[in-house]
């Protein structure tokens, strides 16, 4: 506890990380009612033409704008250490490699886990809003709060990934593009051949998280059911953070 402690008095003790994470929630929060206030502009459809889930999901939206910021905060975060050096002061008092490692994906893993708490349910109330301004009958409850603790889970597993990426790189740059490229990726396996996509879409954290939050189509190649996307998301946890221990553990400091 006293390793998480000092890991967290690291980050609160400096004001233009009070302020970063501040400025996190503020920007979530937003960017979920600018989206729908410009929706007009951007699918070419009022908002009052769309279904009241996909109002909502809009608003929601905000919450990758925060685990974007987030991811980013992390892998500087931590990079500036090796970088820096500082890493080997902070390691002569604390020697325990693991043990440090550990602290720091604790600390992460909560701040991840209230922004997006925060944000998701901000966003969730936002597009109630929206949905009652255009006049729409609200989404059921059990389909709304189901979508909210999926969502919830992106930037908590986003930021745990980011720990993972600076231990493996040893820089903030590295830190940054591989959490930023798995984010991504869904995006490029939609260019695979039809057969490599039926392996690949799967296994990736992004159906996972649609399946969790019950925007992933039965039958589609997203959908993978909850228990196998538990499992997807723990396996891709599990690797990275196997991989950054190991570097970690023989990077000579």
Known sequence: MRMIHAEWQKIWSVRSSRIYLAATLLAGILAGVLFSLTIRVTQG??????????????????????????????????????????????????????????????????????????????TQLSGRFFVASVHKQMPPSAELWQFTAGVIVMPVFYALLTVCAPFSARNTAGGIAAPVFVLFLPELARFFPDMLQATTIPALPASAIHTLSGTAEKGSLEYTGVMAAFLVLGSWLLLSGTTAIWKFRKLDI
């Open 45 to 122: 459809r009022p908002l009052a033409e769309f279904e009241p889930m996909q109002i909502v999901s809009v608003n929601m939206l905000g919450v990758d704008v925060a685990s974007i910021f987030l991811l980013l905060f992390i892998a500087m975060q931590i990079g500036r250490e090796f970088q820096e050096k500082t890493i080997q002061s902070y390691l002569s008092a604390t020697p325990a490699r693991v043990r440090y490692f550990f602290a720091k994906t604790a600390v992460f893993f909560l701040i991840a886990l209230v922004t997006g708490v925060v944000v998701a349910l901000s």
